[in-house]
């Protein structure tokens, strides 16, 4: 059984293009782009949430891997006891530190 929770804040952006006519008939354009969304935005968007007290017994209980998606900085100042820090942005390689078989609660601050 696998399960996730996960907190984080997106927003997504649609891209932007502004058009300007001057008076001389030629067409200047603007294309203005913003960052392009995380793909997994959906994803987090609906993964199951669980309540402080959740985590506390499925910490106490020992049944679930808490994945600290902090940065690496904020991780080594402080962090829950045995849990692993992949930061939200790491590369996919770092996903292989998941241990399998255990729920997967992923917390940010």
């Known amino acids: 059984m696998f399960g996730l ?10 891209p932007i293009a502004i058009s300007k006519e001057n008076t001389n008939s030629s067409t200047k354009k603007i294309a203005i782009t913003t960052p392009t969304p995380d793909p997994h935005e959906e994803a987090m968007a609906n993964a199951p949430r669980i309540t402080l ?11 679930a891997v808490f994945i ?3 940065s690496q900085s904020a991780y080594e100042v402080e ?3 045995t849990s692993i820090s992949i930061p939200m942005l790491a590369p996919e390689a770092e996903y292989s530190k998941i ?5 997967i609660i992923i917390y940010c601050s």
């Open 68 to 70: 600290d998606s902090r």
């Open 99 to 103: 241990p399998k078989g255990k729920k």
């Open 5 to 14: 929770a996960v907190i984080a804040g997106c927003q997504s952006a649609a």
């Open 79 to 81: 962090h829950i006891a």
């Open 53 to 63: 007290e959740d985590a506390k017994k499925a910490f106490d209980a020992k049944d």
